[in-house]
Nanobody
């Protein structure tokens, strides 16, 4: 299964964006899908993950502001980002495998740029 992230853009602080992670195959067969992000000069970090049973994990920095969800009928996982802050500016990626640090993953699709202006 290949994943493609989309939906990024430029938004003012306090605004919202919804990212999409579209799978080439059925998301219902994927154990977990995870969102990561990488800001300039920083390591790629975990943001949010959702399991096949819809349990979720969030980084402390986004709890209460971001919501991850999945629509298996559309083979898509979403990341709803509200109350955005300039420090959320990064390239966002999605991947499979659950709450796993980025350095343990070897294959990445193209990310989507999110820029939050102050």
């Amino acid at each position: 299964v290949q994943l493609q992230a989309s939906g990024g853009g430029l938004v003012q602080a306090g605004g919202s964006l919804r990212l999409s992670c579209a799978a080439s195959g059925s998301t219902s067969r994927i154990a977990a899908i995870t969102w990561y992000r990488q800001a300039p000069g920083k390591q790629r970090e975990l943001v949010a993950a959702i399991s096949s049973g819809d349990s979720t994990n969030y980084a402390d920095s986004v709890k209460g502001r971001f919501t991850i969800s999945r629509d298996n009928a559309k083979n898509t996982v979403y990341l709803q980002m509200d109350s955005l802050k300039p420090e959320d500016t990064a390239v966002y990626y999605c991947n499979t495998g659950g709450w796993i640090p980025a350095f343990k993953l070897n294959s990445w699709g193209q990310g989507t740029q999110v820029t939050v202006s102050s």
